[in-house]
């Protein structure tokens, strides 16, 4: 059973950056398209970012020019680094397939922005 393992949120204040990682079991970056997600208290879990696996990227309009999403499939980790945070990216951040698949959601990793 694949496990993805997301890494790298804290506490940040208004304005800051955060790196976050995702690491898989085994291989299936190579396979499919890769995606963070986040989920906000009282809100429903929510597409961030993505990309694919030749390395195209597409991003949420909220955090457009912000964050960066990259992978690097020899090492089956899939990155999201996150600038110019603002209050309302706090959240849980998870890492899953694009579409997601139910089978893959961990742990995620809590991001806080706030001063």
């Known amino acids: 059973q694949v496990q993805l393992v997301e890494s790298g949120g804290g506490l940040v204040q208004p304005g800051g950056s955060l790196r976050l990682s995702c690491a898989a079991s085994r291989t299936i970056f190579s396979l499919y398209t890769m995606g963070w997600y986040r989920q906000a208290p009282g809100n429903q879990r929510e597409w961030v970012a993505s990309?694919?696996?030749?390395?195209?990227?597409n991003y949420a309009d909220s955090v457009k020019g912000r964050f960066t999403i990259s992978r690097d499939n020899a090492r089956n980790t899939v990155d999201l680094q996150m600038n110019s945070l603002k209050p309302e990216d706090t959240a849980v951040y998870y890492c899953?397939?694009?579409?997601?698949?139910?089978?893959?959601w961990g742990q995620g990793t809590q991001v806080t922005v706030s001063s």
């Open positions: 899953n397939l694009v579409p997601w698949a139910q089978a893959y």
């Open positions: 990309i694919t696996r030749i390395g195209i990227t």
